[in-house]
């Protein structure tokens, strides 16, 4: 599996951004597709996940609102609409995914790094 992350950058509060993550290996059905974010000196959270079958999403709290994950299924890739972005935001961004079934994420990309300035 072998995930790609792209369309990060520098982006104004309340501008908007929407990094990618190219996914390829392997068919995902049965799987679980997320981003996660860490920021300078903080541990890795996760953001926000949606199931490839369905589309099912969840959220952290911190982008619930203003976020939104997306999947598409032709392109094998994953979105992060980004809206009102705020300074607090700036991190680098990682696209992840594992089985339905497995407990952990297995399967990471590179990063992009999102930078929100006010």
Same mark, same amino acid.
Not at 10 to 35: E, K
Not at 86 to 99: G, I, L, M, R
Not at 110 to 117: D, L, N, P
């Given at each position: 599996? %072998?995930? %790609?992350? @792209?369309? !990060?950058? +520098?982006? &104004?509060? !309340? ?22 974010? %860490?920021?300078?000196?903080? $541990?890795?959270?996760? *953001? ?5 079958? +369905?589309?099912?999403? @969840? ?5 619930? !609102? ?7 299924? *032709?392109?094998?890739?994953?979105? +992060? ?6 300074? $607090? ?19 990471? !990309? &590179?990063?992009? &790094?999102?930078?929100?300035? @006010?």
């Amino acid at each position: 599996v %072998q995930l %790609q992350a @792209s369309g !990060g950058g +520098l982006v &104004q509060a !309340g501008d908007s951004l929407r990094p990618s993550c190219a996914a390829s290996g392997r068919t995902f059905t049965n799987y679980i597709m997320a981003w996660f974010r %860490q920021a300078p000196g903080k $541990e890795r959270d996760f *953001a926000a996940a949606i199931t490839w079958n +369905l589309g099912t999403t @969840s959220y952290a709290d911190f982008v619930k !609102g203003r976020f939104t994950i997306s999947r598409d299924k *032709a392109k094998n890739t994953v979105y +992060l609409e980004m809206n009102s972005p705020k300074p $607090e935001d700036t991190a680098v961004y990682y696209c992840a995914t594992k089985s339905s079934a497995a407990r952990n994420y297995n399967h990471w !990309g &590179q990063g992009t &790094q999102v930078t929100v300035s @006010s």
